[in-house]
């Protein structure tokens, strides 16, 4: 009797162990998986990064290269950086080479806080201020499941909200 008894002790998994494993489960499934399965957070976080260092060269450039214009060009499908020979007043003239589109993924998009515009271009100063759009603060959003923003001081301070 006693041998029957130890047998099935060691064959089954105790009251407590399955509870365990059935929470572990529940937090599992409740808090990491939906963020497997949603790419649009992630891509507005990784979008508003990538964003952010796209303008922070295109600046740096502008202020490394005060006899050229710099511009992000920022369309419904994409960005883009452009360089110009010249500037005329707040805005660039002749084109000499543009950079690679940086297309969206996972439905993000970019927009201005203000107008709520898809397409608008980016100028800096010779400063590091920004030309164009004219808005301080938060001045773009970042359109995914989350909407993001994307903020430049008058001074050319660009960051994350």
């Given at each position: 009797m006693d041998l029957n008894l130890s047998t099935s002790r060691l064959n089954g998994f105790t009251l407590v162990e399955l509870v365990t494993t059935i929470?572990?489960?529940g937090i599992v499934s409740v808090?990491?998986?939906p963020r497997f399965f949603s790419s649009s957070?992630?891509?507005a976080y990784t979008l508003r990064n990538e964003f952010i260092s796209e303008l922070r060269q295109a600046q740096l450039r502008a202020l490394n290269n005060t006899d050229r214009c710099y511009e992000v060009n920022v369309t419904a499908t994409g960005y883009q950086l452009r360089h110009y020979s010249d500037?005329?007043?707040n805005s660039c003239a002749t084109l000499i080479r543009t950079e690679a589109i940086q297309g969206y993924s996972g439905g993000a998009s970019i927009s201005l806080v203000a107008s709520a515009s898809k397409s608008f271009n980016i100028t800096f100063d010779s400063?590091?201020?920004m030309l164009s759009?004219?808005?301080t603060g938060a001045c773009f959003n970042i359109n995914a499941d989350d909407?993001?923003?994307v903020a430049v001081e008058s001074e050319g301070y660009i960051y994350a909200l």
């Open positions: 929470i572990l489960i808090v990491v998986l957070s992630f891509s500037r005329a007043g400063l590091g201020r759009p004219s808005c909407i993001l923003k």
